[in-house]
Nanobody
Framework: QVQVVEYGGGLVQAGGSLTLSCAAS??????ADWYRQAPGKEREWVAT???????KFADSVKGRFTASRDDARNTVYLQMNMVKPEDTAVYFC?????WGQGTQVTVHS
């Protein structure tokens, strides 16, 4: 049975940092994607972590977010720095079309 779980979301002040984690069982998170969905908006791609740790980011987060992986733990991370109110969303992780339930990130100014 495949299970993908995101955690680490919460309330953070604008300009601050937050690290999201995504752990899975039954599927290897390689590669893996982070997406987010803000209220009333479509789900949008945020980042991809490739099989050898390569990363790509959406323009909206490039330079502020980083991503990494721990293959031993089958876990991927999204380090969010210099967050903005527009980063407020539910953040999801997916691999091979297996999605988690998401974790809420709220940025207050």
């Amino acid at each position: 049975q495949v299970q993908v779980v995101e955690y680490g979301g919460g309330l953070v002040q604008a300009g601050g940092s937050l690290t999201l984690s995504c752990a899975a069982s039954g599927v290897i998170l390689s590669p893996a994607d982070w997406y987010r969905q803000a209220p009333g908006k479509e789900r949008e791609w945020v980042a991809t972590i490739g099989t050898i740790g390569s990363t790509k980011f959406a323009d909206s987060v490039k330079g502020r977010f980083t991503a990494s992986r721990d293959d031993a733990r089958n876990t991927v991370y999204l380090q969010m720095n210099m967050v903005k109110p527009e980063d407020t969303a539910v953040y999801f992780c997916q691999a091979y079309n297996n999605w988690g339930q998401g974790t809420q990130v709220t940025v207050h100014s």
